[in-house]
Structures are given as structure tokens and as C-alpha cells.
């Protein structure tokens, strides 16, 4: 019952690098969502995918992209890493107003 | 727009205390409530949830009560454990603000710490 996998665990960037970020969960949600949690913030929501084909921005969207590639898989994607997106970055998907259900989440350090 | 307000921690407690996180919410429709917790290096779990007025959630000893009139769904639990130290999310899904799946907006964590 693997639920929510996200890969990879942690990561190291260089300020400019680029990566992905991969999400894929196996409960046959139709919502899937990227969060990232800073000290003393909270989780903030990056972008969001309602259903299979579409995305929406969240509240801190600038400096990300995301693809909804089917739908068990969503991606997000940092083209130009900076410092200030040091973070812990959660996958979390649901069905409709429910509960969601998070990955372990990713590590994220940019230096 | 939605929004979650939480008590500032981190608490401290001894062994056995009882435990009161405030959570209060702003919505504009009929919100779902929810607490997750987040134990250290793990993501977050639901612990409990609520979807209508005056609906008590429980887990694991820990309860809260979906209170309309005061916009609240505070946590408590009558006696903690040290395994409880965590950090506490109070969330609300309100899915009356559009027809699609909304995402939970969450408050900023409760860090709780309980001491032997």
C-alpha cells in the first residue's frame, strides 16, 4: 500500500540548476497538489491539478512549473533554482472534499 | 478568502497533562475541518476530521468538536504520552467556494513537546 511516493528524498542544487520533482500516488485520486513547508510558515501551496489535464497556481507559485502526466503522476519543476527555494516540498493528493493524503516529502537545499 | 489560525508554539507539557491546541477558521462556505500531525522527518497524517457542524472527530484519544457559532475545532487530549511530540496542523477544505476539489488551506503547526 505504497499511497503517495515522491522521488527523490533529498536533493543539493547548485543556484541555477534545474530539476524535477516526481509524485505518482496508486489510490486513483483526481486531485493532486505540491506543497512546500519553511520554518515558522506552515505549508504553503505551490500549484494544484483538480482533476487529470488541468493546473492551477496556488499561493506561491513564481519560480515553479508542474505537469499533470496522467493521473497518477504529478511533476514539479524549479528551471532556475535559487536559495529562497530551500524548502521541504510535499506531494499530497485527494478525491473531492477530503482528506489528503501526503508523500514523505523531498528535502530540497539550493546553495 | 479561507484561512486557518492556529495557537503559536511550541508547547511543552509533562507526561500525562492534558492538551488543548486552539484552532480557529474563516470561510465562506461550509468547510470541512481536519488536524494532521507530523511526526519528525515524516509527512503529514490525518489524526482526525469533521465535515459538518457540530461533528466530533477522534483518534488515538485525541478530539475535537466542529463548533459553527464560534469557528473553532480546537484539539484536545486528556493525557498525553511522549510518543505525542509532534507537530499539530489544524486544515479546512471548503468546497463550497468552487464545484472542483479544493485544497486544504492549512494553519502554521503547533510544535508539541511532551517531556517523561
Known amino acids: 500500500n505504497a499511497g503517495v511516493t515522491q522521488t527523490p528524498k533529498f536533493q543539493v542544487l547548485k543556484t541555477g540548476q534545474s530539476m524535477t520533482l516526481q509524485c505518482a500516488q496508486d489510490?486513483?485520486?483526481?486531485?493532486m497538489y505540491w506543497y512546500r513547508q519553511d520554518p515558522g510558515m506552515g505549508l504553503r501551496l505551490i500549484y494544484y491539478?483538480?482533476?487529470?489535464?488541468?493546473?492551477d497556481k496556488g499561493e506561491v507559485p513564481n519560480g515553479y512549473n508542474v505537469s499533470r502526466l496522467n493521473k497518477r503522476e504529478f511533476s514539479l519543476r524549479l528551471e532556475s533554482a535559487a536559495p529562497s527555494q530551500t524548502s521541504v516540498y510535499f506531494c499530497?493528493?485527494?478525491?473531492?472534499?477530503?482528506?489528503?493524503?501526503f508523500g514523505q516529502g523531498t528535502r530540497l537545499t539550493v546553495v | 478568502g479561507d484561512s486557518v489560525t492556529q495557537m503559536e508554539g511550541p508547547v511543552t507539557l509533562s507526561e500525562e497533562a492534558f492538551l488543548t491546541i486552539n484552532c480557529t477558521y474563516t470561510?465562506?462556505?461550509?468547510?470541512?475541518l481536519f488536524w494532521y500531525v507530523q511526526y519528525p522527518g515524516e509527512g503529514l497524517q490525518l489524526l482526525l476530521k469533521?465535515?459538518?457542524?457540530?461533528d466530533k472527530g477522534s483518534n488515538k484519544g485525541f478530539e475535537a468538536t466542529y463548533r459553527k457559532e464560534t469557528t473553532s475545532f480546537h484539539l484536545e487530549k486528556g493525557s498525553v504520552q511522549v510518543s505525542d511530540s509532534a507537530v499539530y496542523f489544524c486544515?479546512?477544505?471548503?468546497?463550497?467556494?468552487?464545484?472542483?476539489?479544493?485544497?486544504?488551506?492549512f494553519g502554521k503547526g503547533t510544535r508539541l513537546s511532551v517531556i517523561a
Open positions: 499530497a493528493s485527494s478525491n473531492w472534499n477530503t482528506e489528503a493524503f
Open positions: 486544515a479546512l477544505s471548503d468546497a463550497s467556494r468552487n464545484s472542483g476539489n479544493t485544497p486544504l488551506v
Open positions: 491539478s483538480a482533476s487529470e489535464g488541468t493546473t
Open positions: 470561510a465562506t462556505g461550509y468547510p470541512s
Open positions: 489510490m486513483n485520486h483526481n486531485s
Open positions: 469533521a465535515t459538518k457542524a457540530d
